[in-house]
T-cell receptor
Framework: GAGVSQSPSNKVTEKGKDVELRCDPI?????LYWYRQSLGQGLEFLIY????????KSGLPSDRFSAERTGGSVSTLTIQRTQQEDSAVYLC?????????????FGDGTRLSIL | GQQLNQSPQSMFIQEGEDVSMNCTSS?????WLWYKQDPGEGPVLLIA?????ELTSNGRLTAQFGITRKDSFLNISASIPSDVGIYFC??????????????FGKGTKLSVIP
C-alpha cells in the first residue's frame, strides 16, 4: 500500500561512522516526525517538520543528530560520529497536517546497530 | 518533561479472556491514542480519542479518554491469538512553537495462550 516507507530496514555500522536514514511519507501528508525506540521502551520524539515552517528540533539528543526534509516530502535523518548508545529503532511517522485530530501513521522503522 | 505511566508492563491471558490496560499522566493531554506494535513493524493506530470522557470502540477494542484528561484505558474483549503484541498509549499536548509531538508510554506486552 501507500504507507510510510523507510530505508534501510536494517543498518549495522562501526562506532564513529556517519549514517543516513530515509523516510518517504504518505503522499499528501504535510507533517513528518522522527522518533527513536530503544529496546523495550516506548517511542522518544526527535524532530517534527510541518510544511515550510522551521522544524521543531527539541527532541534531538545531541548536535550529532540532524534532519532535513527536501521539497516537503522525503526526509533524511543523519547521525554523525555514531556511538553505541545510538543503537535503536528509528521510526518515521507522517500525518495529514500538524493538528491534534490528524493521527500519525508510522513506517516500519530502521533498526540501527552500532558495533 | 511529560511522562506517561502505562500498566501493566506485561500480561499473560487465556484465549477468550478480556484484557484491560491503562495509562496515567501527571499533566493534561489534549488527545489520547492507542497503538499496537508487532515485532519488526511500526506502531499501528487502533483508537484515537479527542474529548474528555469520550468512549470509543473499534471492534473488540474499547478505549476511554479520562474525564480529568490525565488518563485513558484500553479494553480488549474475547482475546484471540492475533491480539499478541505490544500496546502503547500515547498523548498529544501542544508544545513549544506549535508542534504536536506524541509522548508514549513504555508499552504493555500482551501474550495470549491458546
Amino acid at each position: 500500500g501507500a504507507g510510510v516507507s523507510q530505508s534501510p530496514s536494517n543498518k549495522v555500522t562501526e562506532k564513529g561512522k556517519d549514517v543516513e536514514l530515509r523516510c518517504d511519507p504518505i503522499s499528501g501528508h504535510t507533517a513528518l516526525y522522527w522518533y527513536r525506540q530503544s529496546l523495550g521502551q516506548g517511542l522518544e520524539f526527535l524532530i517534527y517538520f510541518q510544511g515550510n515552517s522551521a522544524p521543531d528540533k527539541s527532541g534531538l539528543p545531541s548536535d550529532r543528530f540532524s534532519a532535513e526534509r527536501t521539497g516537503g516530502s522525503v526526509s533524511t535523518l543523519t547521525i554523525q560520529r555514531t556511538q553505541q548508545e545510538d543503537s535503536a529503532v528509528y521510526l518515521c511517522a507522517s500525518s495529514l497536517g500538524g493538528t491534534v485530530n490528524q493521527p500519525q501513521h508510522f513506517g516500519d522503522g530502521t533498526r540501527l546497530s552500532i558495533l | 518533561g511529560q511522562q506517561l505511566n502505562q500498566s501493566p508492563q506485561s500480561m499473560f491471558i487465556q484465549e477468550g479472556e478480556d484484557v484491560s490496560m491503562n495509562c496515567t499522566s501527571s499533566s493534561i493531554f489534549n488527545t489520547w491514542l492507542w497503538y499496537k506494535q508487532d515485532p519488526g513493524e511500526g506502531p499501528v493506530l487502533l483508537i484515537a480519542l479527542y474529548k474528555a470522557g469520550e468512549l470509543t470502540s473499534n471492534g473488540r477494542l474499547t478505549a476511554q479518554f479520562g474525564i480529568t484528561r490525565k488518563d485513558s484505558f484500553l479494553n480488549i474483549s474475547a482475546s484471540i491469538p492475533s491480539d499478541v503484541g505490544i500496546y502503547f498509549c500515547a498523548g498529544h499536548a501542544l508544545s513549544g512553537a506549535g508542534s504536536y509531538q506524541l509522548t508514549f508510554g513504555k508499552g504493555t506486552k500482551l501474550s495470549v495462550i491458546p
